[in-house]
């Protein structure tokens, strides 16, 4: 019989008691992790050594620690204003952080918060590298025997959603089922705040063994800061929206390379004249690249797109708010191959129409406003959104392979990747000394299903550089000490340079494809290598367009879009203020050029130079408008230099 509290501590005085000796906590990644109940049963553990606790889980949120300096004076006031004062960080990633963990508490994870726990031995220590769609497995195995989550409940108070986080505990349940195992304990903490979705992710309330309802104040859910979209972002998400066709599916990643493509997306539909005044800008040639014409379409959507992604995040809310995303599915086989072959008879549109949803998600993670609009959204709009185990969504082989066949029809994949080899693997997830930066979390999931589809095509997005110590490197590499995706899962790669196709390409094809779309300096250096390990002819010589592949030239052809708000720095809204836009446009001028020591001598000795033009706003806001002391002195000069570099 399902038991409802009100206290926190109570709640974990009744699991201790029900599960007298060591715990295996499971805990759902990002916001479905209840992190007020998770604070008091680490809490109680830690301070009684006799209990042993395994926690499993991924995507332990954290807000970003202030830091010192310039960065340090920006991010303190926002993380107070955005996350909220009363933000329950949570206590086992403090501890992770500084290695403390006590020894009869372990923490698993697979899948961390990008790169913040590089320097955790612990955390690295027990990453577990586990596909998203077989960690239900891999549970069965390390014994679970609790699962805590964060839930919402209907206005009725009759039942409970999982809302968030349909990703794995349905998974897990059978898992455990189909092994003979006891059933968890489950226990919920309903959470005002999150948004009721129904359909799948609604079950009764007897569902939980133990439902815990803490008192107010609720504190905010953690929600992800609106990034920039720069001018390599934007020109990654056109070239990607090219490849998108009209009626067919799409899932796409986090971040900034992602809401970048959902902008493209909704420009090629409703101003379908600006957009390909924009993509024959970046490129002339675009409408005629092999893999466009085969595979994409630059047209408005007539049909709509279908969504189905492990996360359901930002850039979907435009999809479905512009009309993009419309296209709906039922799980019906037979109504799905008459809705396909076009046989489907007026009764079944009706039928489509009304049962019909036209997204599917395991776990949702976004801003304030796209919590705030999952929280009021229309009837229809909501029962149009089906949150489904990750088992359904990321694979094909959960059961009903026909029908998820059926449903997606002409599948893009885009996820992102942080390097890729000329031999078209990727790098996604970790460092090649072992580190892991994030997680594999359902990439290869979606890499192989798109192999698996007679139609589908993966799409791994990257940019071409990156700034590592003041020194700028290709993102595009020879080979890495680390992979993610195998080159023989090889497809289509994206860069702000161009659309590289490698999908049953050999490997000298593949060398110069990649090369195609690397930055002009890197382009010798990577062929001269191919060239001595015997992938390419000695006789390959550089095209003159390759050439093309510039920063500058990238700026050159998107500033007039840029300047006329076509391609905008923040196209899905913005958590930062117009004076904080500003800054972080200047803090991000300023790292860039500070990041050796010679970089930082000259930064300074061109600041004590300029006379920089006043912006007391921006001054203000980082607590600069007094100085003390020669290094608040320094801070504001060199503020003043790059506020003024970037407002040309």
Request: aromatic share 8%; proline share 6%.
């Amino acid at each position: 019989m399902t038991e409802f509290l009100d206290s926190l501590d109570l709640a974990v005085d009744r699991m201790l008691a029900r599960i007298p000796g060591p715990l295996a906590v499971g805990a759902p990644l990002g916001i479905g992790k209840p992190h007020r109940l998770l604070n008091a049963l680490y809490g109680r553990v830690e301070r009684d050594p006799s209990r042993a606790m395994a926690l499993y889980t991924a995507l332990s949120l954290d807000p970003p620690a202030p830091g010192k300096g310039l960065e340090g004076r920006f991010v303190r006031p926002f993380v107070a204003r955005h996350f909220g004062e009363d933000f329950p960080r949570l206590d086992y990633v403090a501890a992770q952080k500084r290695d403390a963990l006590p020894a009869n508490i372990t923490v698993e994870e697979f899948y961390l918060q990008s790169g913040a726990l590089l320097g955790s031995s612990q955390a690295q220590r027990h990453y577990a590298s586990l596909d998203y769609t077989h960690v239900a497995r891999a549970l069965v195995d390390r014994g679970l025997n609790c699962i805590v989550q964060k839930v919402a409940a209907n206005a009725e108070g009759t039942q409970l959603s999982l809302s968030s986080n349909t990703d794995l505990t349905f998974d897990a349940l059978a898992a455990l089922a189909a092994a003979g195992a006891p059933r968890p304990l489950l226990v919920a903490e309903i959470d005002p705040l999150l948004p009721w979705l129904g359909g799948p992710a609604a079950v009764p309330l007897d569902f939980f063994d133990i439902v815990v309802a803490p008192p107010a104040p609720y504190p905010k859910l953690f929600a992800l800061p609106r990034q920039p979209v720069g001018d390599a972002d934007h020109a990654i998400g056109l070239y990607a929206s090219a490849l998108v066709r009209d009626g067919g599916t799409l899932q796409v990643g986090i971040g900034a390379l992602s809401d970048a493509l959902c902008h493209a997306l909704v420009l090629r539909h409703t101003d379908n004249a600006g957009y390909r005044r924009v993509l024959h800008a970046l490129d002339p040639e675009l409408e005629r690249h092999p893999a466009v014409v085969a595979s994409g379409g630059l047209g408005p959507f007539e049909q709509g797109l279908y969504g189905c992604s492990e996360m359901i995040n930002e850039g979907f809310k435009l999809l479905v708010e512009r009309g993009v995303m419309r296209r709906k599915v039922v799980d019906k086989l037979p109504l799905m191959q008459r809705v396909n072959d076009g046989s489907a008879s007026e009764l079944d549109r009706e039928l489509l129409d009304r049962d019909g949803e036209f997204l599917h998600g395991a776990f949702y993670l976004g801003s304030q406003a796209f919590y705030d609009w999952l929280r009021d959204l229309d009837d229809g709009t909501r029962r149009g959104i089906g949150m489904r185990p990750v088992s359904e969504v990321n694979e094909l082989y959960g059961g009903n392979e026909m029908l998820e066949r059926a449903q997606r029809r002409e599948s893009r994949f885009f996820n992102t990747c942080m390097m890729a080899t000329a031999l078209g693997a990727a790098v996604s997830d970790g460092l090649e000394d072992g580190r892991v930066v994030s997680g594999v979390g359902g990439q290869y999931n979606f890499v192989a299903m798109a192999h698996a589809l007679p139609d589908a095509r993966s799409v791994l997005l990257l940019r071409a550089t990156r700034d590592a110590g003041g020194k700028v490197q290709s993102n595009i590499r020879w080979n890495y000490g680390h992979c993610t995706i195998p080159r023989h899962l090889r497809d289509i790669y994206i860069d702000e340079y161009g659309i590289a196709d490698l999908r049953g390409r050999n490997d000298e094809d593949c060398v110069i494809a990649m090369a195609g779309i690397t930055e002009a300096r890197f382009q010798r250096g990577l062929l001269d290598t191919a060239k001595r390990d015997r992938k390419l002819r000695a006789d390959f010589a550089i095209p003159p367009a390759w050439l093309r592949n510039t920063p500058e030239h990238l700026h050159e052809a998107l500033a007039p879009f840029r300047s006329d708000g076509t391609l905008p720095d923040y196209p899905l809204g913005s958590d930062f203020t117009e004076v904080e836009q500003r800054l972080l446009e200047a803090l991000g001028w300023l790292k860039a050029r500070t990041g050796s020591a010679g970089g930082k001598a000259r930064t300074i000795a061109a600041a004590l130079l300029s006379s920089s033009t006043r912006d007391d706003e921006a001054i203000a806001r980082m607590g600069l408008t007094a100085p003390k002391g020669v290094g608040e002195w320094l801070e504001a000069k060199l503020l003043r230099h790059a506020l003024a570099r970037t407002k040309l």
